[in-house]
């Protein structure tokens, strides 16, 4: 079945560094990738939906200055966390599809538990 | 915008059976899906149901729809204490700006007792 590969799974970083996650279908092609975010005990958030070659679309509220995507390739996108902060302290989870139609076609990575000190 | 509303847990004893229930408001939902989430992990797919069905049957899952109610619900059948473990509902807009994103509830937790 399809599988998305999310990296690193934990990662823990200084107060003004960036973070890259990387996110990676491995045997299909992810026309369209979206990135979650879930703070403790609650929902999923979708923070942002990026399309292969093409410019990520933001969600409200979500500051894309600060959450930089790219979608470079239909097999990897990236979430690179800007000047981290220790509120971005979150698990933060990518999920893909190939977008020939929506059925059962959302595979999600494991995601990656970031702590900002 | 949409909205899944889901109660916030559920304790059971093994070997029982267990009912997550989930409510939506996009009437125009056109795949409503159930994940679960173990800790620390990202989601695992369980099962999902077509707008225009009324059941869906998989080994132990059984999904209930009830469109008019805008009311959806999981049963697990003999549950085991590997159960344990957050479970969504979540909803696929049907089209404009929506299309494609998965609205997620905030997530049962479901509590297997031995």
């Known amino acids: 079945g399809a599988v998305v590969s999310q990296h690193p799974s934990r990662v823990i970083c200084k107060s003004g560094t960036s973070v890259k996650i990387e996110c990676r279908s491995l045997d299909f092609q992810a026309t369209t990738m979206f990135w979650y975010r879930q703070f403790p005990k609650q929902s999923l958030m979708l923070m942002a939906t990026s399309n292969e070659g093409s410019k990520a679309t933001y969600e409200q509220g979500v500051e894309k200055d600060k959450f930089l995507i790219n979608h470079a390739s239909l097999t990897l996108s990236t979430l690179t966390v800007t000047s981290a902060h220790p509120e971005d302290s979150s698990f933060y989870i990518c999920s893909a599809t190939t977008g020939q139609g929506f059925i059962g076609g959302y595979t999600f990575g494991s995601g990656t538990r970031l702590t900002v000190v | 915008g949409e909205d899944v509303e889901q109660s916030l847990f559920l304790s059971v004893r093994e070997g029982d059976s267990s009912v997550i229930n989930c409510t939506y408001t996009d009437s125009s939902s056109t795949y409503l899906y159930w994940y679960k989430q173990e800790p620390g992990a990202g989601l695992q797919l369980l099962t999902y149901?077509?707008?225009?069905?009324d059941m869906k049957q998989d080994q132990r899952l059984t999904v209930l729809l009830n469109k008019k109610d805008k009311h959806l619900s999981l049963r697990i059948a003999d549950t085991q204490t590997g159960d344990s473990a957050i479970y969504f509902c979540a909803e696929s807009g049907a089209g404009g700006t929506s299309y494609g994103k998965l609205t997620f509830g905030q997530g049962t937790i479901l509590t297997v007792h031995p």
């Open positions: 149901i077509f707008s225009n069905m």
